[in-house]
């Protein structure tokens, strides 16, 4: 089992809310990741962290954002949620050299 | 464009039963080819991963086959168990990055049934 954590599991907000999806691993690993899945599809990338105070966008396009302060720490933060960011979010991280990622339980958040 | 691609989309066996779930992919420059395990409601977890120079790998009842060759890949279940029933994702990196970018496929969805 990795120990990699994401809270909450669940979130159901209503439309405008300001959201924060923690996630935290204790690995020291250097790499992390954020993908969106949505039910029967494919994981997409939407950010990414080499290290502190170093974050990328990632294929998928997202109003989301995220903050690298700590090695151990990649929350995700949405300003406004709306109903179209209603997913299942999933974190991971990774050594160095990616051969392997760990993932979170992941966050299912519903907007309505 | 790079692609992952699995079949079946969905298996139904029975339990004790064997199976096997097929990956189809065009990532170039290959580096490595995994396959996860996804509970429903759960992040994946890794079952095997192989490089250019693998073409098998078993991890206990699962089995992984690599053939570089022609870019396909298969994973066996051998005397399936109830707690068998998940998604298996393929998964494949490419060596043309350093972020080791991941191509994921959208899953089998294997039900096993007593």
């Known amino acids: 089992e990795a120990d990699i954590y994401q809270t909450p599991r669940y979130l159901v907000i209503g439309t405008g809310k300001k959201i924060t999806l923690e996630c935290s691993q204790t690995m020291g690993h250097d790499k992390m990741y954020w993908y969106q899945q949505d039910p029967g599809m494919e994981l997409h990338l939407i950010h990414y962290?080499?290290?502190?105070?170093?974050?990328e966008k990632g294929d998928l396009s997202s109003e989301s954002t995220v903050s690298r302060i700590r090695t151990e720490h990649f929350p995700l933060t949405l300003e406004s949620a709306r109903p179209s960011h209603t997913s299942q979010y999933l974190c991971?991280?990774?050594?160095?050299?990616?051969?392997?990622?760990?993932f979170g339980p992941g966050t299912r958040l519903t907007v309505t | 464009k790079n692609q992952v691609e699995q079949s079946p989309q969905s298996l139904i066996i029975l339990e004790g039963k064997n199976c096997t779930l097929q990956c189809n992919y065009t990532v170039s420059p290959f580096s490595n080819l995994r396959w996860y395990k996804q509970d429903t409601g759960r992040g994946p977890v890794s079952l095997t991963i192989m490089t250019f120079s693998e073409n098998t790998k078993s991890n206990g009842r699962y089995t992984a086959t690599l053939d570089a060759d022609t870019k396909q890949s298969s994973l066996h279940i051998t005397a399936s168990q109830l707690s068998d029933s998940a998604s298996y994702i393929c998964?494949?990196?490419?060596?043309?990055?350093?972020?080791?970018?991941?191509?994921f496929g959208r899953g089998t969805q294997l039900t096993v049934w007593p």
């Open positions: 991971a991280s990774s050594e160095a050299r990616p051969y392997e990622q760990y």
């Open positions: 998964v494949v990196s490419d060596r043309g990055s350093t972020l080791g970018r991941l191509y």
């Open positions: 962290s080499y290290g502190v105070n170093s974050t």
